[in-house]
C-alpha cells in the first residue's frame, strides 16, 4: 500500500536506497528517482510504461549544481535561470558526461530545473543527488496535481508520495532550448512565451511532429482524460450536437450560462488564465471520473497562459 505523507526524511530514505518517491513540485507532481541510479532510472521508465525514447526531466537544488549536470550554457540559459529559477521553466542544455543515456534518451542535452515547491527544495537539500522526474502519471495520462492523483494511479506499484499539497501552477513546466543562438520553445507550459521573450528575444518553435518527438510533451497524444474530449470556441453550438448524451462542459469564466442539467466546471470564476491553468488537471480528473459521454471544453483566449492551456486541451481531444 503506498504511504501519503509529508516526512522529507523518509522519502530520502527510500531515495538513498534507489527506490522511487513520487514528489511534489510547483507545475505537477514528479515521479523521482536518483539519476545516479541506473535501478532508479529504469524502474521510472517501467512504472510509467514510458518508452525509452522519451528523455527525463532532472531537478536541482541551486544553480550552482547545475555545472554537475551540464556544459557551455549559453548566456541566454543563464539570463532565463536568473529570471525563473526556482519555477516551472527547464532549459535543455549540453549534457555532462557522467550524465547516463537513460536518463537523456542517448541525446547529448540534459532537461533541467530547480523546482519551486518548499518541500521539494527541502528534499533535494537532504539529498546528495538531483532527482529525475517525469510528471507521476501512466504515459498518456492526465497529470497528477495532488498527492491523491499519484495514490490513485499508482496504489501498489510505488510506496510513497511525499505530500505537498495542491500543485500551485498546475501544468507543467515550460521547455526551451538553444540552437545556433536561438532560443528554441520545445513544449508550451507554466511560463508564458511572452515572459520568456520578455528576457532573451524572439523565441523559435519546433515543428510538432510525432515521428520526431524532440520533446515528447510534443506528442499528439498526451494528458489525456479516458472520456471523449472536444475543444471549442463556440461551446452552446456543441452542447445542442449532443442531445441526449451525459455532457460536462468546461468553461474558462462565468460569463457563459449552461442548462443546470449539465456538469459545468468553471476554470476561473473572473476569467485569470493562471487561475484556469492551476484548476485545468484537477478539472479534467473530476470530469474523467464522472462517467460522462462527452466532455466539451471552452477554448482560451491565445495570450499568456492561454496558449498553453490550449495545447493541453487540444492533445486531450485526440484518440
Ligand atoms: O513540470 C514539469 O516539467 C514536471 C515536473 C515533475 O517537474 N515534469 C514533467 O516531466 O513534465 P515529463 O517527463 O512528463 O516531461 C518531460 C519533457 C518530455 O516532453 C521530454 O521529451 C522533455 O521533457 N525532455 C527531456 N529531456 C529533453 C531533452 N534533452 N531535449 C528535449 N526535450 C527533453
Ligand atoms: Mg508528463
Redesign the pocket.
Known amino acids: 500500500m503506498i504511504k501519503v505523507n509529508a516526512d522529507i526524511h523518509q522519502a530520502a530514505e527510500l531515495l538513498n536506497k534507489e527506490e522511487l518517491v513520487a514528489?511534489p513540485?510547483?507545475?505537477?507532481?514528479?515521479?523521482?528517482g536518483n539519476i545516479y541510479s541506473e535501478k532508479a532510472i529504469k524502474g521510472i521508465f517501467e512504472m510509467?510504461k514510458?518508452p525509452f525514447f522519451?528523455?527525463?526531466?532532472?531537478?536541482i537544488k541551486s544553480l550552482e549544481y547545475l555545472k554537475e549536470v551540464a556544459i557551455d550554457v549559453p548566456e541566454n540559459a543563464y539570463k532565463l535561470a536568473n529570471a525563473f529559477w526556482p519555477g516551472?521553466l527547464?532549459l535543455?542544455?549540453k549534457?555532462k558526461e557522467n550524465i547516463s543515456d537513460l536518463?537523456?534518451?542517448g541525446?547529448?542535452?540534459?532537461?533541467v530545473?530547480i523546482?519551486d515547491h518548499p518541500i521539494a527544495l527541502a528534499l533535494l537539500e537532504i539529498l546528495d543527488f538531483p532527482l529525475a522526474?517525469?510528471?507521476?502519471?501512466p504515459f498518456g495520462c492526465i497529470?497528477p496535481t495532488q498527492a491523491q492523483h499519484v495514490a490513485n494511479y499508482f496504489p501498489d506499484e510505488l510506496k510513497m508520495v511525499l505530500d505537498g499539497g495542491i500543485c500551485e501552477?498546475g501544468?507543467?513546466?515550460t521547455?526551451v532550448?538553444f540552437q545556433e543562438g536561438k532560443t528554441i520553445l520545445?513544449?508550451y507550459?507554466?511560463v508564458a512565451v511572452e515572459d520568456i521573450e520578455a528576457v532573451v528575444g524572439e523565441v523559435f518553435f519546433i515543428t510538432k511532429n510525432d515521428t520526431t518527438?524532440?520533446?515528447?510533451?510534443?506528442?499528439t497524444k498526451?494528458y489525456a482524460p479516458k472520456t471523449a474530449t472536444y475543444l471549442t470556441e463556440n461551446v452552446a453550438e456543441l452542447i445542442s450536437s449532443f442531445i441526449g448524451k451525459r455532457i460536462g462542459v468546461l468553461l474558462l469564466d462565468g460569463k457563459l450560462a449552461i442548462d443546470s442539467q449539465i456538469t459545468t466546471i468553471v476554470l476561473s470564476e473572473k476569467g485569470d488564465l493562471i487561475e484556469a491553468a492551476k484548476n485545468l488537471y484537477e478539472s479534467l480528473h473530476q470530469l474523467d471520473k464522472m462517467n460522462l459521454d462527452v466532455i466539451i471544453a471552452q477554448k482560451m483566449p491565445e495570450v499568456g497562459l492561454g496558449v498553453s492551456i490550449n495545447d493541453r486541451l487540444e492533445r486531450a481531444t485526440k484518440k
Open positions: 514528489i513540485t510547483e507545475t505537477v507532481y514528479g515521479l523521482a510509467k514510458r522519451n528523455p527525463l526531466i532532472v531537478h516551472p527547464t535543455v542544455l549534457k536518463v537523456t534518451a541525446k547529448d542535452t540534459v532537461a530545473r523546482p522526474a517525469p510528471s507521476a502519471n497529470s501552477r501544468i507543467e513546466s521547455i532550448g520545445y513544449r507550459g507554466s518527438p524532440d520533446a515528447p510533451g510534443m506528442l498526451h
